[in-house]
């Protein structure tokens, strides 16, 4: 009984369930952002260079052929879906972190002697440097 009880604590974490909420979220988004690349990016770019497949792209060496054009596809789906992420997901991302992270600039706590020009404090009402009245 006592194993089953600390089964069942272990699988009530918050970490646990945290990631299993994370995983299931993520392959529904990885399904989302593969649709994006093969339905819209994908169709554009073809569209543009007038090769949408590379898969036929093969070499023969010693009766072995060689398919490079599956790659190739495979290699231009990464950086796609890659890129999609990037700059639909993570950049606005990041803007909207350093927008809610600035800090108000800080009250200023000295001032400039108008007679030498010297970094002096804001309640002073001589300057240190050179003794002239501040106002």
């Known amino acids: 009984m006592k194993m089953i009880d600390e089964f069942k604590q272990f699988l009530l974490r918050g970490n646990v369930v945290d990631l299993a909420v994370g995983v299931v979220i993520g392959a529904s988004f990885s399904t989302l952002v593969a649709a994006l690349v093969k339905g819209l990016i994908t169709p ?3 569209a543009i260079a007038k090769v949408p497949d590379f ?8 009766g072995s052929q060689f398919m490079y054009g599956e790659f190739i596809n495979a290699l231009v789906s990464f950086l796609l879906v890659a890129a999609t992420v ?3 997901i993570i950049k606005p991302m990041n803007l909207l972190i350093e ?11 000295d001032k400039k002697c108008p007679e030498c020009l010297s970094e002096i404090p804001i309640a002073a009402r001589r300057c240190a440097h ?5 106002q």
């Open 130 to 134: 050179c003794g002239q009245p501040v």
């Open 44 to 46: 554009l770019i073809a």
């Open 55 to 62: 898969s036929m792209l093969t070499f023969t060496l010693n």
């Open 86 to 88: 990037f700059f639909i």
């Open 99 to 109: 927008r809610a992270s600035k800090e108000p600039p800080a009250d200023p706590t």
